[in-house]
């Protein structure tokens, strides 16, 4: 318990100052590849959350997913890349070759699907290396280049504002 107070102090102290240097991202292609960020304790309902993206025309081959977890339980089957707090170091580093590819990977389009602000979803997200961040606006401003003010639990509202919007803005 104490151990992980000390992990989320330490990600909140990094996290500060990493989104002192955000840099603005110009994207100006079609969206092609999207990356697909969630915090699985606060949303169960992933799979038709994928659905309504397939439906809005991105290839589901073109989709990664990852998924934030705050309790394991023991013998748990992971159909998606899972981590959590014990996945990261003393210096804010994360442990998990999977985790760390999904970061570096060049997505057109993540999606930063939470909507309660966690040191270790801000930090990773802040990392990513995506041309074009989406996420809800609750969350920090600095981080995404597009935020939806809407509940985490209405996904189809979500996809079909981001869509809706994507249209407007030429990038599908």
Do not use: W
Not at 45 to 62: A, F, P, R, T
Not at 147 to 170: G, H
């Amino acid at each position: 318990m104490f151990l992980n107070y000390l992990k989320n102090l330490i990600l909140n102290r990094k996290i500060k100052k990493s989104l002192t240097n955000v840099k603005a991202n110009n994207f100006s292609g079609s969206i092609k590849t999207v990356g697909l960020f969630i915090d699985e304790s606060c949303f169960f309902y992933k799979e038709k959350l994928i659905d309504e993206i397939v439906k809005n025309g991105i290839d589901i081959n073109n989709i990664k997913v990852i998924l934030y977890k705050e309790s394991f339980e023991k013998k748990e089957v992971f159909t998606y890349p899972t981590f959590g707090l014990k996945d990261f170091d003393f210096n804010a580093r994360i442990n998990l070759k999977e985790i760390n590819a999904f970061i570096n990977e060049d997505f057109d389009l993540l999606i930063n699907y939470y909507d309660i602000e966690k040191p270790v979803l801000l930090l990773l997200t802040n990392n990513s290396s995506a041309k074009f961040k989406v996420g809800f606006s609750s969350i920090d401003k600095r981080l995404n280049h597009f935020m939806i003010a809407v509940n985490a639990q209405d996904y189809s509202v979500f996809t079909q504002e981001l869509f809706r919007y994507l249209k407007i803005l030429n990038k599908i």
